[in-house]
């Protein structure tokens, strides 16, 4: 599966955008799926993912309640809807897929086969 991120730019302090990531390639509700975030001279790092066909979500402390994840199946779309956005936020955007035989959620970097190219979120302060 090949993945395509967008929807990043700049953003002021307390902003709502919403990313999302187009998948390529058959049986996409076969994929657990998940968005990470790297930022400058930093580790990427977990922030959202959500079980194959829908279902459980789990999200990194730092953006629980502020961040959703979703997916739309049935256009090959995840998203990830970023409420309350803080400078500390600020990081390119990935999104990744797991392997189809790969069960539940995980906030695992390596647990992810598959990846986006990223999309950068600045906020402003």
């Known amino acids: 599966v090949q993945l395509q991120a967008s929807g990043g730019g700049l953003v002021q302090a307390g902003g709502s955008p919403r990313l999302s990531c187009a998948a390529s390639g058959r049986a996409f509700s076969n994929y657990g799926l998940g968005w990470f975030r790297q930022a400058p001279g930093k580790e990427r790092e977990f922030v959202a993912a959500?079980?194959?066909?829908?279902?459980?979500?789990y999200y990194a402390d730092s953006v629980k309640g502020r961040f959703t994840i979703s997916r739309d199946d049935a256009k090959n779309t995840v998203y990830l809807q970023m409420n309350s956005l803080k400078p500390e936020d600020t990081a390119v955007y990935y999104c990744?897929?797991?392997?189809?035989?790969?069960?539940?959620?995980?906030?695992?970097?390596?647990?992810?086969?598959?990846w986006g190219q990223g999309t950068l979120v600045t906020v402003s302060s």
């Open positions: 990744a897929a797991r392997s189809t035989s790969r069960e539940g959620v995980t906030a695992i970097v390596n647990e992810y086969v598959y």
């Open positions: 959500i079980r194959r066909s829908g279902g459980n979500t």
